[in-house]
């Protein structure tokens, strides 16, 4: 039977624990994994712990280290978009030698214009 499992955060180390929501799980091995799954899999926090609902008893990751994955999270940072430009200027060119470029006009659009007043 499955048990409620509060689970528990911190978004960096030496900070106290904060409840940021809960699972279902009938042990507290599959919990882990439900809890990593769940509300960690973005590197979220830089722990966290489950708690069995009713119970004072706090369990913390044995691994915190593989919170998040392999992801890089270049995209949260404006300096993870340098170079951009570049990378599409360039796969525009290598297209353009391979002759797979349109270079024409884009057609018209098909939706009615607005009339003003209207």
Request: proline fraction near 7%; glycine fraction near 12%.
């Amino acid at each position: 039977m499955a048990q409620v499992w509060d689970v528990l955060s911190r978004r960096r180390e030496g900070e106290p624990w904060e409840v940021v929501g809960s699972i279902n799980a009938p042990d507290l091995d599959l919990a882990m994994l439900l809890a990593r799954e769940t509300h960690f899999r973005h590197g979220e926090g830089a722990t966290y712990a489950l708690r069995l609902r009713g119970d004072d008893a706090t369990h913390e990751c044995p691994d915190p280290a593989g919170i998040g994955g392999v992801i890089g999270k270049e995209y949260r940072r404006q300096a993870g978009y340098v170079g951009v430009g570049a990378k599409l200027r360039r796969v525009h060119e290598l297209m353009a030698e391979r002759g797979l470029v349109i270079d024409r006009p884009r057609p018209p659009g098909h939706r009615p214009r607005e009339t003003a007043g209207a």
